[in-house]
Structures are given as C-alpha cells and as structure tokens.
C-alpha cells in the first residue's frame, strides 16, 4: 500500500486570533510579547511542553549575538528592547552571568531551568495566550493568504484562523506547509547539528581558566590516543549553578561523514541516537583529559538535538553572505548583531570569520516577510538567507530581535488589511526604537 485514502471531515475552530505565533523559541517569544504589547490577540503555540524552544530544550548554555566587541577592553550591546526585560527577569532568578568573552567570542551564560519560568512570566506579564504541546499539521491557504492552520494535540485535531501568522518554528514549518519557497542548506547540505549536555561535579574556577583553544588541544591529544571525536572545537559556558558547566561540543553526522538532514524524521531520529552515544564519549574524555572535570558527570542533555540549519523560507529579501561580510546597513533594517559567521561543516574543525571590532550588520525587514503571501511572517533560524549568512543570523540575540520586530509588525499590520507589506516600516523602526530596540547600535 502507498497510501490510504483519508476521509474529508469537519474541524472545529478553536480559536481566531489577531496574531497567531507557531513556535515559542528565541524568536517566537518575543513575537508574542511584542504582537500582544501592541494591543494585538495573541496566541502562541509550541510542539512541547515548555517555551523557550532550542535555549530550552536543546540548552545552549549562553546567549550568542547579544554583544558586539568594540575594542580589546570594551563590548557593546546590538540587542536591547524585550530581551533586556528577559534578562533582568533572569537576574532577579539568579540564572544569568556578565558576558564572558573567550577571545573574540562573547556569550552571556545562563542557566535553562530558570529560562523556563522566566519564560512564562514573561509571556504571562504581557497578556499572551500559550497552548502548549500542540504541533502546527497543515495549512490553508486562499488568494495568498494562510487562512487557517490545523492543529493537533490531547484534545485532538482542530484550526485556528488568525489574521496574521508568524512562523518562528525553526524549520519553518507553516510556511512550507503553506507552499512557501525554501533553501535546504548549501545545495542540500546543512550545517551539524548538535547534542547539547550539561556536566555536574566541576570545579568552575579551574574550569573557568581553561580557553578553548586549551580544550581544543586536550581534545586533540585524546584523538591522537585513539578517541573518535567527531569534533575538537568546542563551546562551554560556566553555569549560573555552582559545579555546573554547559558543553556544545559534539558533532552528529552520517557514517559516510555527511550531516543528517533535520528536516527529515529518518535522520532527525538517527541523529538523536547519536547525540547521546557521543554524550558519552565526551563525558569520558572530559574526565580524563580535562582538568577540573575529574569527577564530572552529565547530569542533562537537551530534550531534543540542537538544530542549526533546516529550511531557510524565501522572502522578499534575502539576507547573503556579503551583506554579513560588508557589515551592510540597510534602510530597512530591524534588527542588527555583530555575531560572526559561524561554520558547522565538514571536519573537526569550527569556521569562524569575526566582523571588524566596533561593527554588525543590519537584517532587512524582508527577509521577514514570506515572498508570495499577505499575513505570514518568519522569525528565527528560519529567516530568508543564504547558507552562510544564516550561520551568523541563527544566533540567539539576533533570533530575539528578528522575533520582536515581527511580532510588532504583525500587530501593525493589523491596520493596514492584515497586510504584512502595508506597514511603513518607518513606522515600525520608530516603534522598535521607542521600545528600547537596537537597530543603530552604540559601539563607538
């Protein structure tokens, strides 16, 4: 059999938004708090049981892209607006450090626990609707308009109708559903993809001392004694928690070396097994080679793998490489972030290429707006770019930003006949701005 036929059937409407967010990442909470701050209806959905998507669920350990270097001494913020508040709710829960700068990489370590109730804090403070454990299945769409997207969950198959979608789904989900063009990586081949863990019984302070490039040649010494490490270049970040550290360290490809496509449930299942099999290998290692992690142990790993790249959707505007590289301003611009290019490719090796000290580049509200449809948006990793430029545009400051402006665009478009193009996007900068977002930052 090839396929069955599925009846046709009627399905409740279980709700009718002015903004429906799909997906409560990085991206999709700020969109939801911006959209419902706007004064819009807003509701969030997400595939599990708690908001903060990847920061969460996969853990990260520290935001990337919040700052940018200004000089050898100074850093400066390239994201304010709703991730300040995410911050000081963070603060005040004792789950967030200063910047750590680890050569000319910055990340502000925070612990995930934390993250999850300062997550619903703030979607609650801010008057958004969240209906958890409920996955976007389908989509209709009319005259170029998303006029329904179906849902499924506990209480089983039903739609919403909003008027305006934002999609911060990370693989971009709703919009392809919806028959939205998409790149799939560099000519089918995506970044890695990574199983992130958290190790308990370190000794911070010797930990603390330790610069990845130490790491990376104690890595390397436990390869060349017979270790198959995927990968030798590693992220860590010290934990807000006392004897807890944050590693981002393994690799997961295909036994021929290729990275397995995320976007496939295949290889998304295989690529799980894998994650955890290495877990356990770089728990070893760590213990052996590293110091201070002598009687370290993984106390968690991410509920799902860290994705880095999946479906990139097409939009009115494409985010490229030189417009990273030339660190390139455009008028348009909602959001900004000094974050370098980030290369998760074939090798051991991590392919970073840093902007100038004192600079960043500017993302134009096109690449938020879904070429070929009036009401759906995109946030997030799932941006319209190109393979590289999304290297760098996936980090997480740069994810909060893109989320606030185009939760703020959707509700601004609310006036305009729920057309995401008939917002003056002056409008929405002066907004942005008035709200505390960067879009020209201070690195001088």
Not at 147 to 158: P, Q, T, Y
Not at 265 to 275: D, H, N, R
Not at 367 to 381: I, Q
Not at 386 to 405: D, I, K, N, P, V
Request: contains cysteine.
């Amino acid at each position: 059999m090839k396929t069955i036929h599925e009846p046709a059937r009627n399905v409740p409407v279980y709700a009718q938004p002015d903004v429906l967010v799909v997906g409560a990442g990085a991206a999709g909470m700020m969109a939801a708090c911006a959209a419902a701050r706007a004064g819009a209806d807003t509701l969030l959905i997400d595939a599990y049981g708690t908001c903060g998507g990847t920061l969460t669920l996969a853990t990260l350990g520290g935001f990337c892209g919040t700052h940018a270097i200004i000089d050898d001494e100074r850093l400066g913020r390239t994201v304010g607006g709703l991730y300040l508040d995410l911050e000081g709710r963070l603060i005040r829960r004792e789950g967030l450090l200063e910047p750590r700068r680890h050569g000319k990489i910055i990340g502000v370590p925070y612990d995930a626990t934390a993250l999850r109730g300062v997550a619903d804090e703030m979607l609650r403070a801010h008057g958004v609707k969240v209906l958890l454990h409920t996955s976007a299945v389908d989509v209709q769409v009319e005259d170029g308009r998303v006029r329904a997207v179906l849902i499924e969950n506990k209480g089983g198959r039903s739609a919403i109708v909003p008027r305006v979608v934002v999609d911060c789904s990370g693989d971009g989900d709703v919009a392809a559903r919806a028959g939205a063009g998409f790149a799939l990586g560099d000519e089918g081949e995506t970044q890695y993809g990574s199983a992130m863990f958290r190790l308990t019984n370190v000794d911070q302070e010797r930990a603390g001392t330790l610069t990845r490039p130490m790491i990376r040649e104690l890595l390397e010494r436990a390869v060349a004694d017979g270790y198959t490490l995927p990968r030798t270049a590693i992220g860590f970040h010290i934990n807000p928690v006392p004897g807890l550290v944050h590693l981002n360290v393994t690799k997961l490809g295909l036994p021929d070396g290729a990275p397995f496509n995320l976007a496939d449930p295949e290889q998304l299942s295989a690529a799980e097994v894998e994650g955890r099999r290495q877990v356990g290998l770089y728990e070893e290692v760590f213990r052996k080679y590293v110091p201070g992690f002598e009687r370290a142990r993984v106390v968690d790993m991410g509920v799902k793998v860290g994705v880095r790249e999946t479906r990139m959707i097409e939009g009115d505007a494409v985010l490229t490489e030189d417009d990273v590289r030339g660190c390139r301003k455009p008028e348009d611009r909602i959001a900004c972030t000094g974050w370098p290019l980030e290369i998760h490719g074939r090798g051991q090796a991590t392919h970073w290429e840093f902007l100038p000290d004192g600079e960043y580049y500017g993302v134009p509200w096109g690449s938020l707006v879904v070429k070929g449809f009036d009401n759906l948006l995109v946030a997030g990793r799932n941006l319209s770019a190109t393979h590289e430029a999304q290297s760098s545009a996936r980090a997480g400051g740069l994810c909060f930003a893109m989320g606030e402006a185009a939760g703020l665009g959707a509700a601004l478009s609310l006036g305009h006949g729920d057309r995401v193009r008939g917002v003056p996007v002056e409008r929405l900068q002066d907004e942005l701005q008035r709200q505390g977002a960067l879009i020209t930052p201070d690195l001088a």
